[in-house]
T-cell receptor, first 113, second 113 residues
Framework: SAVISQKPSRDICQRGTSLTIQCQVD?????MFWYRQQPGQSLTLIAT?????????ESGFVIDKFPISRPNLTFSTLTVSNMSPEDSSIYLC??????????FGSGTRLTVV | AQTVTQSQPEMSVQEAETVTLSCTYD???????LFWYKQPPSRQMILVIR??????QNATENRFSVNFQKAAKSFSLKISDSQLGDAAMYFC??????????FGDGTTLTVKP
């Protein structure tokens, strides 16, 4: 299965600023997924990132707030823009393997103060 | 839209004993995939086991097995000979044929020594 390197692992940010989260995969993948997870809670899909096209956002998430970059088949970034304390969460990237199961990055724990 | 329900927010088991985590889902599809993921505290989420809906045989991975009841839309996870390292949050997930995954709210498993 793929190996994903996700950075940063955690950050504390001031409200109104932006944070860019990076995910690097050790193999080429068509789709990458970005999730948000409140500690101890379920995962909510933010968007699906395909290489060479605009990301597809889920209801409640917009590109201006969560712009996504997918410059090639092994890399993607998610930016959390104009942050507020409500954006404090864990952000996860994932890719789908041949057996359709997900491999996840190690997560980015974001605290907005 | 598919929904995944985990009715047990918390479960506990004595070390070396067996525990079963419940999961039900709602779908109108006949072809899909089901998964159990494990998320240890502050650690990466990993795939535990997968089940293809068209297979009647229940999947098994070492101490982990599932009871897949397609007609009842039930997909429980059985952990045998529980170990301290099994303590984690467990998520049941449904993947539709179209590729979209839905996660349950998770069950926190405590293993008592």
């Amino acid at each position: 299965s793929a190996v994903i390197s996700q950075k940063p692992s955690r950050d504390i940010c001031q409200r109104g600023t932006s944070l860019t989260i990076q995910c690097q995969v050790d193999s080429q993948v068509t789709m990458m997924f970005w999730y948000r997870q409140q500690p101890g809670q379920s995962l909510t899909l933010i968007a699906t990132a395909n290489q060479g096209s605009e990301a597809t956002y889920e209801s409640g998430f917009v590109i201006d707030k969560f712009p996504i970059s997918r410059p090639n088949l092994t890399f993607s970034t998610l930016t959390v823009s104009n942050m507020s304390p409500e954006d404090s969460s864990i952000y996860l990237c994932s890719v789908e393997g041949r057996n359709y199961g997900y491999t996840f990055g190690s997560g980015t724990r974001l605290t907005v103060v | 839209a598919q929904t995944v329900t985990q009715s047990q927010p918390e479960m506990s088991v004595q070390e070396a004993e067996t525990v079963t985590l419940s999961c039900t889902y709602d779908t109108s599809e006949s072809d899909y995939y089901l998964f159990w993921y494990k998320q240890p505290p502050s650690r990466q989420m990993i795939l535990v086991i997968r089940q293809e809906a068209y297979k009647q045989q229940n999947a098994t991975e070492n101490r982990f097995s599932v009871n897949f009841q397609k007609a009842a839309k039930s997909f429980s996870l059985k952990i045998s000979d529980s170990q301290l390292g099994d303590a984690a949050m467990y998520f049941c997930a449904y993947r539709s044929r179209a590729g979209k995954s839905t996660f349950g709210d998770g069950t926190t498993l405590t293993v008592k020594p």
